[in-house]
């Protein structure tokens, strides 16, 4: 039980710092367009001592620059808080689609990277679970991230939730080749603590190209 624990704090360390490794990349990009908008102003002030005069639309259209990278950093901010907040409760009633479409909107930069697209398909009515929503969260990307690594012809990984009468399933389908499910950090996967801790199992399908991920019922 000691080791288990030990394996699931640093999978959750590790996982924390590469979503907020890649938050903070994003940052850091609104803040250099900032920068360099300042940087424009400055150089149009100068100017302007010059004797220089510049039309007020150039002014305006800075502005309005820095008004939606600010909102774009209001939006970035927003995510990483409510990132930090999953790690709140041991245990709670999950909506399992609202989690994909978190994280799908977490890890976009990273996705966009491997130039993969990933569509999802929800059900009408919220699908729940009853699980640890920071490592439900850490489940969802570890599925992505090796469907990202197992290759595609298409680039579209295809993402469906049902419910089943033994707790919901969440499907990845279209992701290339048999041969490497094996290789993929899919097959360690299988076995992990995480799965253990959330009471979900992994079915892998190599001859259709899919995979299931199936999740204990919400407890109401």
Known sequence: MKEEKQTLAMDGAQFFGEMTASISHEIKNVMAIINENAGLLEDMVAMHRQGVPFPAERIEKLAQSVRRQIARADDIIQTLNRFGHSADHARET???????????????????????????????????????????????????????????????????????????????????????????????????????????????????????????????
């Not at 993929?184 to 899919?210: I, M, N, Q, T, W």
């Open 94 to 220: 999950v909506d399992v689609g609202e989690t994909v479409q978190f994280m799908m909107n977490l890890t976009s930069r990273l996705i966009m990277m491997q130039g993969t697209r990933f569509d999802f398909t929800a059900p009408e009515k919220p699908v729940t679970t009853f699980a640890n929503r920071f490592f439900m969260a850490y489940l969802t990307w570890r599925c992505m991230a090796a469907a990202m690594e197992m290759g595609h012809a298409e680039k579209s990984i295809r993402m469906r939730l049902d419910t089943t009468e033994n707790g919901p399933c969440l499907a990845f389908s279209g992701v290339g080749r048999c041969d490497a499910f094996s290789a993929a950090s899919l097959s360690a996967l299988e076995d992990s603590d995480v799965l253990r801790l959330l009471d979900a199992r992994l079915v892998l399908h190599p001859g259709k190209g899919e995979f299931h991920v199936l999740l204990s019922k919400a407890q109401y």
